[in-house]
């Protein structure tokens, strides 16, 4: 079976050309990563900024249909996760949130029930603000 890297090649591309304007925030690469999630299956949406739950407020919800299939949460280009899931956010989010995505954009952390399922990294940013594409190096945990 073949996989369709397209939507991630456009995605790379569209972080990249954000990170070359040189005035690009976290905030800035989230239209594309709405675009990359609602491009991975029919009837998925990701809602940015969605209504405060008990836990917090995560930075996207994704539902299918008018299920909630989970959550992600971002950091800007370059920031460390292994600092984000230490922090008392994360923590939170973790513990309330059956599946969640912690991203920096260029890295993908899953987490079910609390814990680190897998970890995908498709591209590694160059001090010249390029996106240098991986193999698509995915760690089981």
């Known amino acids: 079976m073949a996989i369709d890297l ?3 090649n456009e995605y790379i591309k569209a972080i990249e050309k954000e990170l070359l304007a040189g005035n690009a925030t976290e905030h800035t690469h989230r239209p594309a990563l709405k675009a990359l999630i609602e491009g991975l299956g029919e009837k998925v949406n990701a809602t940015n900024e969605p209504k405060r739950i008990e836990c917090g407020a995560p930075d996207f919800v994704v539902p299918k249909g008018v ?3 989970g959550y992600l949460e971002a ?3 370059g920031k460390s996760l292994d600092e984000a ?3 008392e956010q994360l923590k939170r989010y973790r513990e309330s ?3 969640l ?9 899953w987490y079910v029930d609390g814990e680190r ?3 995908a990294r498709p591209g590694t940013p160059t001090k010249e603000g390029k ?3 991986a193999l698509f190096q995915i760690v089981w945990k």
């Open 6 to 8: 397209k939507p991630m």
């Open 67 to 69: 299920i909630t299939i």
């Open 75 to 77: 950091r800007d280009v």
């Open 85 to 87: 899931e230490k922090s």
């Open 97 to 99: 949130l059956s599946n």
């Open 101 to 109: 995505i912690l991203t920096d954009y260029l890295e993908f952390r």
């Open 117 to 119: 399922q897998l970890a």
């Open 131 to 133: 996106i240098k594409k």
